[in-house]
């Protein structure tokens, strides 16, 4: 099995992934939604990155809380999907201004 | 999630700039063919030209109407789903200042990874049946 496989083989690491793609979290908070342990947690953040789906922060020297990212090529379509969306209104607000001084002549 | 947000001026008065956005010819003239009427609650279309994965057609519902300051209705059609455009106008003595806004992405986020997990040859009966029934959920 494949590291990927393996690692969206477990529901709550599926979970896991689905919960960071929304938005990055660190473990403490991760542990506190699932209510699990951060030694358990942490073990399966280690198998989502060591199947490159996630990425974590370096360590802190300062013991600050680790943020987790999805890494997740469809979080980089849905950004690409929207940037088009923004510049066809772009063009099309300033459409409608060639729109309404083609009116005013008339 | 991000939300599109554009501010444009017109050099021309608030009733003209409504009137485009509110008659179906005028909007259809600027935007995209669509039979548009500015009533709360009214269901309408734009149609456009279809692609692979888009039929071309955006199905929208008007949500709010303030006649010469604001217009909003939902937009759903190819990877969109529920999503929502307001156009805010200002009065500034003969012209209009346009306040767009584009929002409610959330669920393609949802969309995309799920596809992308497909499309990767991930599938397994617990991914379809359990992540549906998580998304459903929330």
Redesign the interface.
């Known amino acids: 099995m494949s590291d990927?496989?393996k690692a969206?083989?477990d529901?709550t690491r599926?979970?896991i992934l689905?919960m960071l793609?929304?938005e990055p979290n660190n473990i403490g908070e991760i542990s506190d939604w699932f209510e699990m342990s951060r030694p358990a947690v942490a073990k399966h953040l280690k198998i989502l990155q060591n199947a490159s789906l996630i990425t974590i922060d370096a360590d802190d020297a300062d013991g600050r809380q680790r943020n987790c990212y999805a890494q997740?090529?469809?979080?980089k379509?849905?950004?690409e999907?929207?940037t088009e969306?923004?510049a066809y209104?772009?063009s099309?607000?300033?459409?409608?201004?060639?729109?309404?001084?083609k009116?005013?002549k008339k | 999630m991000r939300t599109i947000k554009l501010t444009v001026e017109y050099d021309f008065p608030v009733e003209e700039v409504w009137y485009a956005l509110t008659d179906k010819e005028a909007l259809s003239e600027w935007l995209m063919p669509c039979n548009i009427e500015p009533v709360k609650g009214h269901k309408f279309q734009f149609k456009t030209k279809p692609y692979p994965g888009f039929n071309g057609i955006i199905d929208c519902e008007v949500l709010e109407v303030v006649e010469h300051e604001k217009l909003s209705f939902s937009w759903s059609g190819g990877s969109l789903k529920d999503t929502r455009v307001t156009f805010i106008l200002k009065r500034i003595e003969n012209k209009t200042v346009l306040n767009f806004e584009h929002s409610g992405f959330e669920g393609i986020v949802n969309t995309m990874i799920i596809r992308r997990i497909l499309a990767n040859g991930w599938k397994s009966k617990i991914l379809t049946v359990y992540l549906p029934k998580y998304l459903a959920k929330k």
Do not use: C, H, T
Request: proline fraction near 3%.
């Open positions: 990927v496989f969206i083989a529901p599926r979970k689905l793609a929304e997740l090529e469809a979080l379509e849905v950004d999907y929207i969306l923004e209104w772009k099309k607000l300033k459409g409608l201004n060639s729109y309404l001084a009116k005013s």
